[in-house]
């Protein structure tokens, strides 16, 4: 009788090497398909940063036509604003201006302020522009850059007397 437990043992020790060979083969198997599926999803879907290779739409269809005056009418940070706001139109395009130009002058975005000396003389247009291209830089898309932009400089609107 002695005999006879000792071999059951053996037999159910014996048992649990197969059993943790179907564990690995799982293992395995789910590993694999989690790859496959984890690569689809990267390949499939869309970019939510812009990249080196997808940047934000700098250029394009503008809603301000007039051409941005040149950098080298102005200095300091005037310059480095109007430098920026003619090489990302787009981006400069797609955004309300903060110093409620559009309600006092009949401004069209803030790109309209770069098209006069107004940008030169507001700080406000100013830190918007190179606040803009700083995020342009960083890689943002188009909407991300509108809604941190809103985000940093929005106030209500008073009406200047």
Request: some cysteine.
């Amino acid at each position: 009788m002695g005999k006879r437990k000792s071999n059951r043992k053996k037999k159910s020790g014996g048992g649990q090497p197969r059993n943790r060979k179907n564990y690995g083969t799982a293992a395995a198997f789910i590993t694999v398909i989690a790859m496959v599926l984890v690569g689809v999803y990267l390949y499939t879907k869309p970019p939510g940063r812009a990249t080196a290779s997808n940047p934000a739409p700098a250029k394009g269809q503008l809603v301000e036509n007039r051409p941005v005056l040149s950098s080298a009418l102005f200095s300091g940070k005037a310059a480095l604003a109007y430098r920026y706001a003619a090489e990302i139109p787009k981006v400069i395009d797609s955004q309300f201006c903060y110093c409620y130009c559009k309600k006092d002058h009949g401004h069209k975005t803030l790109l309209t302020c770069f098209t006069n000396m107004h940008g030169s003389k507001c700080e406000v247009c100013m830190e918007e522009v190179i606040y803009a291209y700083q995020l342009y830089q960083d890689g943002l898309s188009l909407d991300e850059i509108v809604v941190a932009v809103d985000k940093k400089f929005y106030r209500p609107y008073k009406r200047h007397s």
